[in-house]
Nanobody, 117 residues
Framework: QVQLVESGGDLVQPGGSLRRSCAAS????????MGWYRQAPGKQRELVAS???????NYADSVKGRFTISRDNAQTTVYLQMNRLKPEDTAVYYC???????????WGQGTQVTVSS
């Protein structure tokens, strides 16, 4: 069974930084586009950033220039570096893996990120 295990959620002040990681196991990592989604209270889950095996990235407009997604294919881990955090970044963040072959998706457990003074 595919596992996506996240770490790095926390409480941080506005303007601060966090680094999230998501370790994938039992997965053909090279066949998956990896991404981070978030869901704030009362809102739909939205894509934050995604990255293909080859390193092509895509970002939500709201995080461009502040967040950076990366992946270590040898370690089957994807990262999200979040800088200049804002209160509106507060949400539960989910790691996602989407198969480029089948479209099947897998989700991490989700972890809370709170940006507050």
């Amino acid at each position: 069974q595919v596992q996506l295990v996240e770490s790095g959620g926390d409480l941080v002040q506005p303007g601060g930084s966090l680094r999230r990681s998501c370790a994938a196991s039992r997965i053909a990592f090279r066949l998956y586009t990896m991404g981070w989604y978030r869901q704030a209270p009362g809102k739909q889950r939205e894509l934050v950033a995604s990255i293909t095996f080859g390193g092509s990235t895509n970002y939500a407009d709201s995080v461009k220039g502040r967040f950076t997604i990366s992946r270590d294919n040898a370690q089957t881990t994807v990262y999200l570096q979040m800088n200049r955090l804002k209160p509106e970044d507060t949400a539960v963040y989910y790691c996602n893996g989407a198969s480029v072959a089948t479209g099947n998706e897998h989700w991490g457990q989700g972890t809370q990120v709170t940006v507050s003074s």
